[in-house]
């Protein structure tokens, strides 16, 4: 019956009951298969708000409860759009283009260093020297802006390559052929039009002289939220140099064999100096800055009216936000989303759609954002994992977006990926 009309697959009684539903109610194993192979939606909550692995649950049916929650899934709910618009984050953003084919050019770097076009941004601790931009008369809160150095501001430190971290971060995505006709007497060759940007990591003894010396500067610290008020486009070049020298801060000395490491590629590799060490032959991970993936989810009821949020211990009071983990060796992104949700929540997910990432330099995570259908209600926290995780009503979330410290709970602001899914989730403007 089901071949000639696919459409009772899904179809519901007046309490809002599927076919999956009655078959988990009284147990019915081989009607649960056959329905699970024809793509059944597993998501579907009746009107008393219960999937059906809700039902096998209450009921005591183990066995259905485990089949129906590790199915693979069938259609997408109905809640869910089929086209997610590719989106910005914050830290995504940025001025430069890497020219990574630059980086094994040693002469067109060395070059690039003294030019006096070339801007270096500086870094204590990785944290960012930065200045306070915009009129100090205004009543607006001033801008936090990266101050952008000379090769006279930093030849000093240069000149000591074993007390600092130089990485290349690449050029101005707009070529400048006016800068290098103002900047004197440049040689031919060297007036490419192309204005390089390096990060250089100074020790804190140095950063306090540097400090003393230019009292309109100061390196931005703690690192969240402080990180949050730069420009969009200088945030997405401290990202990146951020977490470039967190790498060579953690990697002095070779992983493989333990002996002393050198920089190379203008700062995106580093070679043990040991003659015959293994992580000289061949690629390999140690040798390149790594980055961590991480999944966000904003988890849906499966009536598409609640999302799940949760908080642990060292937030702020009051802050929920949506639940997150690393994902392990050999897993996929979905299967991350399932496994992180489970863990904390006890909730189980079935569908998982990828909406955005967000690079997160803290060291050097990638935040990759995914929508996660709930197919079960029930929340049993993990404290070891999370302090709290609850279901939120559409409502009381736009409230919170809206209305902000107003209402008895809070979401991390607009700049974290978080405050994204939970708005994309809600369908408001992105620029709200």
Same mark, same amino acid.
């Given at each position: 019956m089901?071949s000639?009309?696919?459409s009772l697959l899904?179809?519901?009684?007046?309490?809002?009951?599927?076919?999956?539903?009655y078959a988990?109610?009284?147990?019915?194993?081989?009607?649960?298969? @056959?329905?699970l192979d024809k793509?059944?939606?597993?998501?579907?909550?009746n009107?008393?708000?219960?999937?059906a692995l809700d039902i096998a649950?209450?009921?005591g049916y183990?066995h259905?409860a485990?089949l129906?929650?590790n199915?693979?899934?069938g259609k997408?709910p109905w809640?869910?759009?089929?086209?997610?618009?590719e989106c910005?984050n914050? /830290?995504?953003?940025?001025l430069l283009?890497r020219k990574?084919?630059?980086?094994?050019n040693?002469?067109w770097?060395?070059?690039?260093?003294t030019?006096p076009t070339?801007?270096?941004i500086?870094?204590?601790d990785?944290?960012p020297?930065v200045?306070?931009g915009?009129n100090k #008369?205004?009543?607006?809160? !001033?801008?936090?802006?990266l101050?952008?150095?000379?090769?006279?501001?930093?030849k000093?430190?240069?000149?000591?390559?074993?007390?600092i971290t130089l990485?290349f971060?690449?050029v101005e995505l707009?070529?400048k052929? #006016?800068l290098?006709?103002?900047?004197? #007497?440049?040689p031919?060759?060297?007036?490419?039009? @192309?204005v390089?940007?390096f990060?250089?990591g100074?020790d !804190?003894?140095?950063?306090?002289?540097f400090?003393?010396?230019?009292?309109?500067?100061?390196?931005?610290?703690p690192p969240m939220? &402080?990180?949050l008020?730069?420009?969009?486009?200088?945030a997405?070049?401290v990202?990146? &140099?951020?977490?470039? @020298?967190a790498w060579h801060?953690?990697?002095?000395?070779? $992983?493989?064999?333990?002996?002393?490491t050198k920089? =190379?590629?203008?700062g995106?590799k580093r070679?043990c100096?040991?003659?015959?060490?293994p992580?000289?032959?061949?690629v390999?991970?140690?040798?390149y800055p790594?980055v961590? $993936?991480?999944?966000i989810?904003?988890?849906i009821?499966p009536?598409?009216?609640?999302?799940?949020?949760g908080?642990q211990?060292r /937030?702020?009071p009051g802050? /929920?936000t949506c639940l997150?983990g /690393?994902?392990?060796?050999?897993?996929?992104?979905?299967?991350?989303?399932r496994?992180?949700v489970e863990e904390?929540?006890?909730?189980?997910?079935?569908?998982?759609?990828y909406v955005?990432c967000q690079?997160?330099p803290?060291p050097?995570?990638?935040m990759?954002g995914c929508l996660?259908?709930?197919?079960s209600?029930?929340?049993?926290?993990d404290?070891?994992e999370?302090e709290d995780?609850r279901w939120?009503?559409r =409502?009381?979330v736009?409230d919170v977006?809206t209305?902000?410290?107003?209402q008895?709970?809070?979401? !991390?602001?607009s700049? &974290?990926? &978080?405050?994204?899914?939970i708005?994309h989730?809600i369908?408001m403007?992105p620029?709200?």
């Amino acid at each position: 019956m089901l071949s000639h009309s696919p459409s009772l697959l899904n179809e519901t009684s007046d309490n809002g009951w599927t076919a999956l539903m009655y078959a988990a109610r009284n147990g019915h194993t081989d009607v649960i298969q @056959l329905l699970l192979d024809k793509g059944c939606n597993r998501s579907i909550a009746n009107k008393s708000r219960q999937t059906a692995l809700d039902i096998a649950k209450f009921w005591g049916y183990k066995h259905i409860a485990n089949l129906i929650a590790n199915a693979k899934d069938g259609k997408k709910p109905w809640f869910l759009t089929s086209d997610v618009e590719e989106c910005e984050n914050y /830290f995504s953003r940025t001025l430069l283009d890497r020219k990574s084919e630059k980086r094994n050019n040693s002469d067109w770097l060395l070059t690039k260093e003294t030019h006096p076009t070339t801007v270096y941004i500086l870094f204590s601790d990785l944290n960012p020297l930065v200045t306070l931009g915009g009129n100090k #008369e205004s009543y607006q809160q !001033p801008e936090v802006r990266l101050c952008q150095l000379n090769y006279t501001d930093v030849k000093n430190y240069l000149t000591h390559p074993e007390k600092i971290t130089l990485i290349f971060l690449g050029v101005e995505l707009e070529m400048k052929k #006016e800068l290098f006709n103002s900047a004197g #007497e440049v040689p031919k060759e060297e007036a490419d039009g @192309l204005v390089a940007w390096f990060a250089l990591g100074i020790d !804190p003894a140095a950063a306090e002289e540097f400090k003393q010396r230019h009292e309109n500067c100061y390196f931005l610290h703690p690192p969240m939220p &402080a990180l949050l008020q730069l420009k969009e486009k200088e945030a997405g070049v401290v990202a990146q &140099a951020r977490s470039v @020298l967190a790498w060579h801060s953690r990697y002095k000395f070779c $992983p493989t064999c333990g002996s002393a490491t050198k920089i =190379e590629e203008g700062g995106y590799k580093r070679s043990c100096l040991k003659e015959g060490c293994p992580s000289l032959h061949g690629v390999h991970n140690t040798s390149y800055p790594r980055v961590d $993936p991480v999944v966000i989810m904003q988890v849906i009821h499966p009536d598409g009216t609640k999302c799940l949020l949760g908080r642990q211990k060292r /937030f702020p009071p009051g802050m /929920f936000t949506c639940l997150a983990g /690393f994902i392990e060796p050999g897993e996929t992104i979905e299967d991350a989303v399932r496994r992180e949700v489970e863990e904390e929540s006890g909730v189980k997910v079935g569908h998982v759609q990828y909406v955005s990432c967000q690079p997160w330099p803290m060291p050097s995570s990638l935040m990759i954002g995914c929508l996660a259908v709930a197919v079960s209600t029930e929340i049993k926290v993990d404290k070891n994992e999370i302090e709290d995780a609850r279901w939120f009503t559409r =409502e009381q979330v736009v409230d919170v977006l809206t209305k902000g410290k107003q209402q008895a709970f809070f979401v !991390p602001p607009s700049r &974290a990926i &978080a405050h994204q899914l939970i708005k994309h989730w809600i369908g408001m403007n992105p620029n709200l």
